[in-house]
C-alpha cells in the first residue's frame, strides 16, 4: 500500500495544543488537506484538556491529537475503562476542547520523532550528567535461568539409588512405561505450564502468580500458599537426604562425630546454612553454584556410561556386573516382583517424585530475561533430557547386571558346571544358593548402589548423589520466598505482609529466604522426614493439577484475553493432566492426598469470605459471564408460568444512598430470589450528566455491595423526570430477567411541588400500568429522602432549600456526587434492618389485584428478620355475612399455600367518615379545585387550559363516594393497625384522563396520613401471580 504524499515541511516546534479546528482541518477549512491553514499552525493553537502530552503529529500529513500505536499505551493497563498512559481519551477526541493554560505541553513534531516519546524522554533515556544509574537486576536466560535448574530439580537421589532397584522389580519394558506415564503427566504439565506463561506478561510469583492471575485470588492464594510452605520443607527433604549420605560415609569409616540421628541433624544444619548463604549472595552467585552441582551430575553420568563399557573385573562380576549382554538385557526385560512393594503402581509411586521438579524455573519468573520464552523452551528441554537420561540408565544398567549376586569371589564355577542355575552360570558365576536362600547382597534387586558399582570410579557417583541432593535443596531455598513473597505483595492473608519486602537490585526477599531457613531447620532437627514427604509430594501434584486445570479452564471460557503465543497445547489433554495429577496423589498416600485438599479447601473458604479487594481478569471471572450469559438466553426460552412467578424490580431510589430505607425494603424481599435494579433519572443537558453518570455509577454499585444488597445500578440522562422513567421501564432488563414492579417512594411535598412534577409523578404511575408492571408505592413518617442529613454530615452549613424529589430523586444534592465518598460514608440505618419481634404485618387486600399484595408481605414474612411477626389480612365484607366470607377468604388463603392464618372481615367499611376528616380532606383538594360551577365539559376544558391537575366541581362529585371510601379506610388503619410492624394496602386506581393528579394524590395522602409504621401501597397488573394449582 503506497504512502499518502506528504509535503516537505519545515519541522514545527508546538507551543501549545490543537483548537478543535485543527481537529476538523477540512471540514471547517475548506482547503486541501495538507494545505496550511491560518489556524493551523502549532505556534497559534491554544492549550485544551488533553489527558496526556501530545504531539503535533503529521504522520498522516496532517495535525492530529490522535496518536499512533505505542507501547506506553498499553503497558500496566488494569481493568475496561482505565485512563492509558499517552493515549488521548475519546473526550480529547470527539469532544470540544477547552482551554487549560495550566497544562501546557510542548509537543514534538512526528516529522523530527515517529515512535510517538517527547524529546525529553530520549534525553533521560540516554542518562543526565550527575544522575546516579540504577543498576540492571540479574536476568537469566532459558539455560542457566530454567532448563538447568529444572534438571537439577528433576534429577535426585531416586535416580542413583532407586531407579536400578525399580528396573530389576518392574523390568525394563514395564520401568520404561512408569518413566513415560511419569513424563506424560508432567509433559502435559510442561505444555500447560508454557501456554499460561506465553498469555501475557510473567512477573515474579511463579507458580502462585500464573494460578492466580489464571483462576483468581481463591485457588491461587491456597495454593501459593501450600505451595511455598511445600517447598521450604522440600530443603529439610534434601539436606537431610545429603546428611544422611555423608553420615553413611562417616559409618563406614568409623568417623561418627556423635551418634548417627544427631550426625544428621549437625549435617543438616550446616548445609542449609551455607545454601543460604548463597543465595543470600544474590542470584547470580546462587546460579554459579547451580552450575556446578550440574557440571558433576554430567560428570558422574559420563563415568557411570564409560564404566558400562569397561570390562568387568572379578570383584565387579561377583557383584552381577557382567558389561553388556544381550540375554541379561532379554531376562531383565520382563518384570520380577518381589516384596511388599512389588507392583506397578507401588513402583510407580515410589519413581514418580523423582519427575517432579519442573516447576523450579518458573518460580523464579521474575529473574528471567523473557518469561515467556524461557519458561516455555527450558522446562520441555529440560523434561526431554531428564526422560532421555532415565530411559537410557534404566536400559543400560538393565543390560549389564544381573538381579542376583552374592558379591564373593569363591562363587565362580566353570561355564556349563552340573547344579548351577541362573543366567550367571553361563558367565562363570552360581549365585544359586543366596538366590534360592534370597539372602544375596548384591545385584539390581538387592544393592541400592549399583550405579556406583558399575561406574569406573564410584566416589563420583557419590558426588553426583551430593549434586543432585545439594542443587535440589538450593532450588527449593530460592523457590519458596520468591513465591511467598508475591504472595505477601498481594495481601491476600493477614500476617504475611511482612515478609514480602525486597532488598536490593533483584528485590531479594531476605525476610523471606530466613522464614524459609527457620522452617527447613526445623524439620531438619526432627530428621525423621518419611511421614512429611507424602504430603510434600501431594502439594505438588495439586499444583500440577491447578495449573492443567488453569489452562483447561482459560480455554473452553473462550474468553477474548486467552491469546497464548505458545500453541502445542490442548485444552483436552490439560483437564486429563489434571485428572490424573488428582488420582496420582491418591496412588501415592490416600490420607495425605485428604490432607493437601482439607487444607486447599481451607484457604480457598478463607479467600471467599474475605473476598480481597484485586481483580486480575481471570478465567473464573470469564466463565461467571459465559454462565450468565447461556443461563439468560436458555432462560428466554422458557415459557412464564404463575409458579415460577418473581416480583421483579425496578426501584426508582435516584441515588440509591439517598433512600436506604427504600433499597433495604425491597433487598430483603429479592435477595437470592429476583432482580432488583435500582433506577436513577440524571435531569439535564446529555453533556453535562454524562460524566456524572460515568463517574457515579461505579460508586453506587460499590455502595450497594457494601450494604450487602444484591442488586444492579442503572442511570439514564433526561430532559424530564417522567421521559427518564418512559426509558427505565422499556430498556431496563434483560430478555426474561426484565422488572415486572415499580418501586418508589411516596411523594410527601406533592402539595407544594411544582405542577408539572406532580403530573410526572402521576403520569409515572400511568406509565407503569400502561407497559403492565404492577407498582408500588412506599411511605414512611419520617420519610425516605436523607440526602440532607448525608449533606450536612459532609457540610454542616449546608441548608437543604433544594433537595432530590421524594419520588426519584433525580437532581442531587451538591457535593455528595463524590465516587469514592460513596463506598466510604458512614451507612444509615433502617427500620429494615433490625428484628421486628412479635409485631404484626397487616394486609389489607381490598381489591384483587391478581395477589402482588399478598406475595410481597409473604416474601418478607419468610426473613429473618421478619419471621417472628405475625400476618394479618384484612378484607372488605358485609356485616350480615361476616362468617360466610371469613370462610371463602381463608379457604382461598390455604390453597394459595401462604401461612395466613388470621383473617378479620370489615362490616364497616362503608360506614361515613367523621366529620372532620371529611373537612380536612374537603381542605386537601380546595387549594386545586378549578370551581367552575358545574359548567360543560367544553368550558371546563378551556378553563383548565395550561392547569390539567386542576379538579372540576363534577369530578369532585362524580368520585365523592371514592373520596369518602379514603377517608374511612384511613380511620380503619388508625384503629387496627397503629402499632403494626409494616402495613401493605391496595391502592385505589385513577382512571387515566378522568381523574386529575392533585385527586388522586389527596386520595393517597388521606389513605396514608397520621401512620406510623411504614405503609406499602401494592397494585398489581391484574394478571395471576398465586396459583393453587400444579400445573
Request: charged letters at 20%.
Amino acid at each position: 500500500m503506497a504512502e499518502l504524499p506528504i509535503p516537505d515541511l519545515p519541522p514545527a516546534r508546538c507551543s501549545g495544543r490543537f483548537t478543535i479546528s485543527t481537529l476538523l482541518g477540512v471540514e471547517e477549512g475548506s482547503r486541501g488537506p495538507y494545505t496550511p491553514t491560518e489556524g493551523s499552525s502549532c505556534d497559534s493553537v491554544q492549550p485544551t484538556h488533553l489527558s496526556s502530552s501530545t504531539l503535533c503529529t503529521r504522520t498522516f500529513g496532517y495535525n492530529t491529537v490522535d496518536e499512533v500505536p505505542a507501547y506506553d499505551h498499553y503497558a500496566n493497563s488494569k481493568g475496561v475503562g482505565d485512563p492509558r498512559k499517552g493515549r488521548p481519551s475519546l473526550a480529547d477526541l470527539h469532544s470540544i476542547l477547552k482551554p487549560d493554560p495550566g497544562r501546557l505541553h510542548t509537543p514534538v513534531s512526528d516529522l523530527q520523532q515517529s515512535n510517538g516519546l517527547p524529546e525529553a524522554g530520549l534525553e533521560e533515556a540516554e542518562g543526565e550528567p550527575g544522575r546516579d544509574s540504577v543498576p540492571e537486576p540479574v536476568r537469566f536466560g532459558w539455560v542457566k535461568g530454567v532448563m538447568i535448574r529444572c534438571m537439577l530439580n528433576i534429577w535426585g537421589v531416586i535416580l542413583y539409588l532407586r531407579l536400578p532397584w525399580i528396573t530389576a522389580q518392574a523390568g525394563i519394558a514395564l520401568t520404561w512405561l512408569i518413566i513415560l506415564m511419569s513424563v506424560t503427566v508432567t509433559t502435559i504439565t510442561g505444555l500447560s505450564i508454557s501456554a499460561i506463561s506465553t498469555n501475557g506478561k510473567v512477573k515474579s510469583g511463579g507458580t502462585y502468580f500464573l494460578i492466580s492471575r489464571s483462576l483468581g485470588p481463591e485457588l491461587g492464594g491456597s495454593i501459593g500458599l501450600i505451595f511455598a510452605f511445600a517447598n521450604a520443607v522440600a530443603v529439610a527433604m534434601h539436606t537431610v537426604g545429603f546428611a544422611e549420605t555423608v553420615r553413611d560415609l562417616l559409618q563406614e569409616h568409623n568417623s561418627l562425630i556423635v551418634d548417627p540421628t544427631n550426625d544428621i541433624r549437625i549435617i543438616g544444619v550446616i548445609t542449609v546454612t551455607v545454601l543460604l548463604g548463597i543465595s543470600l549472595a544474590g542470584m547470580e552467585w546462587e546460579a554459579k553454584a547451580q552450575i556446578l552441582f550440574f557440571l558433576v551430575i554430567l560428570v558422574s553420568f559420563i563415568n557411570y556410561l564409560v564404566g558400562t563399557v569397561i570390562p568387568a573385573t572379578a570383584e565387579k562380576q561377583a557383584k552381577g556386573f557382567f558389561s553388556y549382554r544381550a540375554d541379561i538385557f532379554a531376562q531383565n526385560f520382563v518384570p520380577n516382583w518381589r516384596g511388599p512393594e512389588g507392583s506397578f503402581f507401588g513402583l510407580f509411586s515410589i519413581f514418580f517424585p523423582s519427575a517432579t521438579g519442573i516447576l523450579a524455573g518458573a518460580n523464579i519468573s521474575g529473574d528471567l530475561k523473557d518469561p515467556a520464552v524461557a519458561i516455555p523452551k527450558g522446562t520441555l528441554m529440560a523434561i526431554f533430557w531428564t526422560t532421555v537420561s532415565y530411559l537410557v540408565l534404566s536400559a543400560t544398567i538393565g543390560a549389564c547386571v544381573v538381579r542376583d549376586a552374592s558379591g564373593s569371589l569363591n562363587d565362580s564355577v566353570a561355564v556349563g558346571s552340573p547344579g548351577c542355575e541362573g543366567l550367571a552360570c553361563s558367565f562363570g558365576w552360581n549365585f544359586t544358593a543366596c538366590s534360592q536362600q534370597q539372602s544375596c547382597r548384591y545385584g539390581l534387586s538387592n544393592y541400592y548402589q549399583s550405579m556406583s558399582m558399575v561406574s569406573g570410579f564410584g566416589p563420583l557417583i557419590t558426588a553426583g548423589i551430593f549434586g543432585a541432593t545439594l542443587s535440589s535443596a538450593l532450588a527449593c531455598l530460592v523457590s519458596a520466598p520468591k513465591v511467598f513473597q508475591c504472595l505477601c505483595k498481594d495481601q491476600l492473608y493477614p500476617l504475611i505482609g511482612f515478609f514480602g519486602k525486597g532488598y536490593g537490585r533483584n528485590s531479594e526477599p531476605i525476610r523471606g529466604y530466613m522464614l524459609t531457613y527457620v522452617i527447613a531447620i526445623g524439620f531438619i532437627l526432627i530428621a525423621e522426614l518419611n511421614a512429611i514427604a507424602p504430603i510434600i509430594s501431594n502439594f505438588f501434584l495439586c499444583s500440577y493439577a491447578l495449573i492443567n486445570f488453569s489452562c483447561f479452564h482459560a480455554s473452553v471460557t473462550n474468553s477474548p484475553g486467552w491469546r497464548p503465543s505458545f500453541r502445542y497445547y490442548s485444552k483436552w489433554a490439560a483437564l486429563f493432566g489434571a485428572a490424573v495429577s488428582v488420582v496420582i496423589m491418591f496412588l501415592l498416600t490416600w490420607w495425605a492426598a485428604l490432607i493437601a485438599f482439607g487444607i486447599v479447601i481451607f484457604l480457598l473458604g478463607y479467600v471467599l469470605y474475605k473476598k480481597p479487594d484485586v481483580n486480575w481478569g481471570s478465567s473464573m471471572q470469564a466463565s461467571s459471564y459465559n454462565m450468565a450469559l447461556n443461563y439468560s438466553v436458555g432462560l428466554s426460552e422458557v415459557d412464564e408460568h404463575i409458579k415460577n412467578y418473581r416480583p421483579q424490580c425496578l426501584v426508582l431510589t435516584g441515588p440509591p444512598n439517598f433512600r436506604p430505607a427504600l433499597v433495604d425494603f425491597v433487598g430483603t424481599f429479592t435477595k437470592n430470589l429476583s432482580l432488583m435494579l435500582c433506577g436513577n433519572v440524571l435531569i439535564g443537558p446529555r453533556k453535562q450528566k454524562m460524566p456524572e453518570s460515568r463517574l457515579m455509577a461505579d460508586g453506587h454499585t460499590k455502595w450497594l455491595m457494601k450494604r450487602k444488597i444484591k442488586a444492579f445500578y442503572t442511570d439514564v440522562v433526561a430532559e424530564d423526570l417522567r421521559s427518564g422513567v418512559q426509558m427505565l421501564i422499556q430498556a431496563a432488563g434483560l430478555g426474561k430477567m426484565r422488572p415486572n414492579i415499580l418501586v418508589l417512594g411516596y411523594k410527601r411535598n406533592w402539595r407544594t411541588a411544582s405542577p408539572q412534577s406532580l403530573e410526572d409523578y402521576v403520569g409515572i404511575l400511568h406509565d407503569a400500568f400502561d407497559f403492565k408492571y404492577g407498582v408500588c408505592l412506599m411511605r414512611m413518617k419520617e420519610g425516605l429522602n436523607v440526602s440532607r442529613v448525608l449533606q450536612a454530615h459532609v457540610d454542616p452549613t449546608f441548608e437543604a432549600a433544594e433537595h432530590p424529589k421524594n419520588g426519584t430523586g433525580s437532581k442531587a444534592a451538591p457535593g455528595t456526587a463524590d465516587p469514592t465518598a460513596l463506598a466510604s460514608e458512614q451507612q444509615a440505618s433502617t427500620v429494615f434492618q433490625s428484628k421486628q419481634g412479635k409485631k404484626t404485618i397487616d394486609i389489607y387486600w381490598l381489591f384483587d389485584d391478581g395477589g402482588l399484595t399478598l406475595l410481597i408481605p409473604y416474601l418478607l414474612g419468610r426473613k429473618k428478620r421478619w419471621g417472628k411477626c405475625k400476618i394479618r389480612v384484612f378484607v372488605g365484607g358485609q356485616i350480615n355475612r361476616m362468617d360466610e366470607e371469613r370462610k371463602a377468604i381463608v379457604s382461598l388463603l390455604s390453597k394459595f399455600r401462604l401461612g395466613f392464618h388470621e383473617v378479620h372481615i370489615l362490616p364497616d367499611i362503608n360506614q361515613k367518615p367523621r366529620p372532620e376528616h371529611i373537612k380536612r380532606f374537603d381542605e386537601l383538594i380546595a387549594p386545586f379545585r378549578l370551581n367552575d360551577g358545574f359548567k360543560d365539559e367544553a368550558t371546563v376544558n378551556e378553563m383548565r387550559q395550561g392547569c390539567p391537575w386542576k379538579i372540576s366541581d363534577e369530578e369532585i362529585d362524580k368520585n365523592r363516594a371514592k373520596s369518602l371510601r379514603q377517608v374511612r379506610l384511613n380511620e380503619i388503619l388508625l384503629d387496627y393497625s397503629r402499632d403494626a410492624a409494616l402495613i401493605a394496602i391496595t391502592p385505589p386506581i385513577g382512571r387515566k384522563g378522568r381523574c386529575p393528579s392533585s385527586l388522586y394524590m389527596a386520595w393517597l395522602e388521606t389513605l396514608s396520613q397520621d401512620l406510623r409504621p411504614p405503609i406499602i401501597l401494592t397494585r398489581g397488573n391484574q394478571e395471576n401471580v398465586l396459583t393453587f394449582y400444579c400445573q
